[in-house]
């Protein structure tokens, strides 16, 4: 069994910067890409940025430049540095990962999501 556990949320000021952190445990032999998504009430739930194995990086062109997503391979951790925070990024934050076990191959695991309010 894999899960995901989020962690870094909370409410901060537009223009502040907040660290989420999403560690995978379990029966792991690899992890493939790592993500985070985000859903605010009355929306989908949608791509932030995305770290593959290798390290390229995509992200949603609402986030280039403020958000930057990293991973520590050997920690099976996943982060995302989110700076110059706008009320518009208020949401639920999910980490998602492609992990391998031995026992089911690769499946999609979800974390249960953290809070991000952003208020003055």
């Known amino acids: 069994q894999v899960q995901l556990v989020e962690s870094g949320g909370g409410l901060v000021q537009p223009g502040g910067s907040l660290r989420l952190s999403c560690l995978a445990s379990?029966?792991?032999?690899?992890?493939?890409?790592m993500g985070w998504y985000r859903q605010a009430p009355g929306s989908q739930r949608e791509l932030v940025a995305l770290?593959?194995?290798?390290?390229?990086?995509d992200y949603a062109d609402s986030v280039k430049g403020r958000f930057t997503i990293s991973r520590a391979n050997a920690k099976n951790t996943v982060y995302l540095q989110m700076n110059s925070l706008k009320p518009e990024d208020t949401a639920v934050y999910y980490c998602?990962?492609?992990?391998?076990?031995?026992?089911?191959?690769?499946?999609?695991?979800w974390g249960k999501g953290t809070l991000v309010t952003v208020s003055s």
């Open positions: 998602n990962a492609d992990v391998h076990t031995i026992a089911l191959g690769p499946m999609d695991y």
């Open positions: 379990g029966s792991i032999f690899s992890i493939n890409a």
């Open positions: 770290v593959t194995s290798g390290g390229s990086t």
